[in-house]
């Protein structure tokens, strides 16, 4: 009987020490005190939950009293706000004891507390506030081809409704001061309403934890109801659509909180996007709403307060700066992914289509090819349908198909495989047996009617310099476009992709080739999340379609096949490129797309409508980046210095032969050129660092196109390098069949040179 006295004393003893606050702390010398609380008054502002008038007034009353009453006095003031009251023995033992400031949340929002902190030991360590109530709610992706989501349960996301946050910046610092009392700030958002308890735990360093988990302060709160907030918005033409939203209160702080976000909002996104009509809960304030659509509209931000509970309505207008579907130009991206990367794996192998074309239809993005890779393989291929997604609409598709990564032949250069019939490789049933390196999968594609290229072309071709196109020898050691250079000369490859790496890598090899005579196109991606996170279609293909009554995606990827496209980051355009009255992509006579036959001496007649939207402040911190670093496309690289212009560069076999400047103010140009060809060449248009046409071949007198020796030259020793830097990871029992298609390659460009040669 006398034990378990004992023991229920003990319990009771434990229980008091963290229900109930300490007295008063009497042991602390005032000056330091004084500037420390002037901090946390400032710190409190900046948090957007500054002192109320009376207990500003209640601070300065004591700016004049003695020392000890001033100690006394201003935690008689500050305590009531402080949820939890931490102890720090002599020893740097944690304890902790509930605080006077009541327990009161906001649903969505963020909640301001302070942290009354006794620290006998003088540690100047940072003080951790944790809880198993702010663990996380995802496992971001690991590359796993078949991980299991269950570490994540519905339940955990349940229990894990709030978000802490120390403040931690200036005017404060990262650490305690020493000083025996001051105040911490803590900040809480709640994802939830209600009643519930969240256990918080203190500590100041591995085991720094008092015994008897006197450290943990199990708190009961009590979560108000946000204000539910109606969207109304509306396109240009006045018709309810879906709008991209970054919401910021008045401190910048992000909504709905980006750690508690589950599909379809992305945790490392800043914006939403949201369809007419819809609710989305904001605690009561003032906001700034921050509203677009993609690259073809402008971006206007709205001040707005919301009232406290009382349901409001809010509604945006959005602007279109151009429409490019009305000239007949259908936008599409053809690499976004559903997983890996940024995504999740847990509480699900990464995202649903549903979150996908959400994001789709918010970026006002006609087409977009969701591609099913190495991460979470086994469970986003049961998404592919061979045909558009089923959440499709009349101008808006999606479409899953494969990218080659995570498989063995990625170290050969990544794949984009489009239209597929079939997404398994004949005989296969584990990715781990599909071959080795590129051209037999580039093979299969194209067998099934598939439209196939390489992906984040530059990855593996890196050079030193800055020129387009560059005539350095780059390691071909990568996961671009490195195998391409053997693959092209086997006529398997309808595309190489851009904006989405550094311009003059992805650039260089794509116009030696076309040099050489190759007709591969160019097409424009992002790779998201994975390379660009910021947004699908970041990177873009515009495709003429041949009607205006609904898109099709056989029409739009034909036309990426046939070059009928243009390809940019949607911030400029280069539309309706014609020679002699025929446009890019088009056919004449049964000829192939893009190609004319004319005689020496014959002038070109060339045009193009072209458009650029600058911001009115240029950012010269973009312009003033090497190629290699991010954006690699923006249309700020092609500003010309102190002007709101950009150059419109007219590119004859990879040289600029004339230049046109047009006002960046969204106005569209038409623009016309006179050149007269000496050999056969390819041209095209660019705006360097923005946007690029497809070329058009123009054949004179019948003879192929072998315009630069330097270019032959290059390609030739490229098959070399390219050669040893990947026969170490073909299997042996394909490196027989690999060594022909590269001897093939060395034969092709030989023959390629000695003609170059022999024309010159």
């Known amino acids: 009987m006398l034990r378990s006295t004992i023991a229920v004393s003990c319990v009771l003893l434990l229980l008091s020490s963290s229900i109930y606050a300490d007295d008063p702390v009497y042991d602390v010398e005032a000056q330091p005190l004084r500037a ?60 902790v004891a509930m605080g006077k400031a009541r327990p009161q949340l906001q649903q969505n929002g963020w909640s301001v507390f302070l942290i009354k902190v006794h620290n006998e030991a003088g540690i100047t360590a940072a003080l951790n506030v944790d809880s198993p109530s702010n663990e996380p709610i995802f496992i971001r992706s690991s590359g796993a081809k078949d991980p299991d989501p269950s570490r994540i349960t519905e339940q955990d996301i349940e229990d894990r409704w709030l978000e802490l946050g120390t403040f931690d910046k200036q005017p404060l610092a990262p650490k305690l001061s020493g000083l025996a009392l001051e105040y911490r700030i803590l900040a809480i958002y709640s994802a939830a309403t209600g009643k519930r308890e969240a256990t918080l735990s203190f500590d100041v360093g591995q085991g720094t934890q008092d015994l008897g988990f006197r450290s943990e302060l199990p708190v009961l709160f009590d979560t108000k109801a946000s204000t539910p907030v109606t969207l109304r918005i509306f396109d240009n033409d006045g018709r309810p659509t879906v709008g991209q ?105 990464g995202v649903l289509p549903e979150a996908m074309m959400r994001h789709i239809l918010g970026e006002d993005l006609n087409v977009g090819c969701v591609l099913t890779w190495g991460p979470c393989w086994y469970f986003q291929k049961g998404f592919f349908e061979g045909k558009d997604n089923t959440l499709s609409q009349r101008n808006y598709l999606m479409r899953y198909d494969i990218e080659v990564s995570g498989f063995p032949s990625s170290h050969a250069g990544h794949l984009c495989l489009l239209r597929l019939k079939e997404d398994d490789y004949p005989g296969t049933t584990r990715v781990e047996e599909w071959p080795s390196w590129d051209l037999p999968v580039l093979q299969w594609g194209k067998d099934q009617g598939g439209v196939v290229g390489f992906s984040h072309s530059g990855w593996g071709l890196a050079v030193d310099d800055q020129d387009v196109p560059s005539f350095s020898m780059p390691k071909f050691d990568g996961i671009g476009a490195n195998e391409f250079i053997v693959d092209v000369t086997h006529d398997v490859v309808d595309f190489i992709s851009a904006v989405d790496t550094p311009l003059n890598w992805e650039l260089s090899i794509w116009y030696h080739t076309l040099n050489c005579g190759f007709d591969s196109r160019i097409s424009g991606e992002t790779d998201f999340p994975c390379i660009y996170g910021d947004r699908v279609g970041l990177g873009r293909s515009y495709v003429k379609l041949p009607t205006r009554k609904r898109v099709d995606f056989d029409d739009w990827i034909h036309g990426i096949r046939d070059g009928r496209s243009y390809v940019g980051d949607g911030r400029s355009h280069l539309f309706d490129f014609q020679i002699n009255g025929t446009g890019v992509g088009e056919v004449i006579k049964s000829q192939d797309p893009s190609y004319q036959y004319v005689n020496q001496g014959d002038t070109l007649n060339i045009q193009v409508q072209a458009s650029a939207l600058l911001d009115a402040i240029a950012n010269d911190e973009i312009q003033r980046r090497p190629y290699g670093q991010k954006p690699y496309w923006h249309i700020e690289r092609a500003r010309i210095p102190d002007t709101d212009t950009v150059p419109v560069e007219l590119i004859v076999n990879g040289e600029v032969v004339e230049t046109r400047t047009i006002t960046g103010n969204g106005d569209i140009n038409a623009l016309k050129f006179d050149y007269t060809p000496t050999q056969s060449s390819w041209i095209a248009l660019r705006i360097l660092g923005a946007c690029h046409t497809n070329p058009i071949f123009v054949i004179v007198d019948k003879k192929p196109i072998r315009a630069s020796q330097r270019s032959a030259e290059w390609c030739l020793e490229a098959v070399e390098v390219c050669w040893n830097a990947k026969k170490g990871r073909i299997r042996p029992e394909e490196i027989g069949a690999a060594k022909e298609a590269w001897d093939h390659a060395r034969q092709t460009y030989a023959k390629i040179l000695k003609e170059t040669k022999a024309s010159q």
């Open 36 to 95: 420390q609380v002037q901090r946390v008054a400032e710190a409190l502002t900046y948090v957007g939950n500054p002192l109320t008038s009376k207990q500003k007034a209640e601070l300065d009353q004591l700016q004049d009293s003695a020392d000890d009453e001033y100690v006394t006095g201003v935690q008689s003031v500050l305590d009531r706000l402080a949820l939890a009251e931490v102890h720090i023995n002599p020893e740097s033992r944690v304890k």
């Open 245 to 349: 939203l970054i919401i910021r209160d008045e401190q910048q702080r992000v909504y709905p909180s980006r750690f508690r976000r589950l599909e379809p909002d992305f945790y490392f996104h800043d914006q939403i996007y949201r369809y007419d009509q819809e609710t989305l809960h904001l605690p009561p304030g003032k906001y700034q709403f921050t509203v677009s659509r993609g690259p073809e509209y402008r971006v206007h931000t709205h001040n707005v307060r919301v009232p406290d509970q009382k349901p409001t309505t809010l509604e945006f207008n959005l602007e279109r700066w151009i429409k490019m579907t009305d000239h007949g130009w259908v936008s599409g991206d053809h690499h976004i992914h559903a997983a890996g990367c940024a995504h999740y794996e847990a509480p699900r192998q």
